[in-house]
C-alpha cells in the first residue's frame, strides 16, 4: 500500500555525477526522516545520508560528504540523492526508506518502509 520507488541508476564513469529519486506513495513522506541507503555484494546495508521533513537537517556519512547532497521536494513527495565525484566504491544498490520520528537514523533499523533499489555501478 506505501510504497518508495527509487529511479536514476546507471552506469558511469568515475568523477561522474548522478541523480537519484525516490517517490513515495500513500503517507510515507509525511514521515519525519528519510534516507538513502545503499548495499554492495557480499556487504551490510550502508549508511548513506538522511534528512527531516523540512529539510532543515541532513547528515551524510564520512565516506560521502562533500560529494552527495540529500534534498527533498514534499509538493512532490520525492527525495533525490545528488551524487558527484562518484568512485568505483559507490559502485552498490540504492535504497531509500521512510523512517518515524525517535530514531537513530543512520541505522537501518530507525526506518521500516523501502524501496526496492536502484543500482549503481562507477567504472574506472
Known amino acids: 500500500q506505501v510504497q518508495l520507488v527509487e529511479s536514476g541508476g546507471g552506469l558511469v564513469q568515475a568523477g561522474g555525477s548522478l541523480r537519484l529519486s525516490c517517490a513515495a506513495s500513500g503517507r510515507t513522506f509525511s514521515r519525519p526522516v528519510m534516507g538513502w541507503f545503499r548495499q554492495a555484494p557480499g556487504k551490510e546495508r550502508e549508511f548513506v545520508a538522511f534528512?527531516?521533513?523540512?529539510?532543515?537537517?541532513?547528515r551524510y556519512a564520512d565516506s560521502v560528504k562533500g560529494r552527495f547532497t540529500i534534498s527533498r521536494d514534499n509538493a512532490k513527495n520525492t527525495v533525490y540523492l545528488q551524487m558527484n565525484s562518484l568512485k568505483p566504491e559507490d559502485t552498490a544498490v540504492y535504497y531509500c526508506?521512510?523512517?518515524?520520528?525517535?530514531?537513530?537514523?543512520?541505522?537501518?533499523?530507525?526506518?521500516?518502509?523501502w524501496g526496492q533499489g536502484t543500482q549503481v555501478t562507477v567504472s574506472s
Open positions: 534528512i527531516s521533513w523540512s529539510g532543515s537537517m541532513s
Open positions: 526508506a521512510a523512517g518515524a520520528s525517535g530514531g537513530t537514523y543512520s541505522y537501518a533499523r530507525s526506518y521500516d518502509q
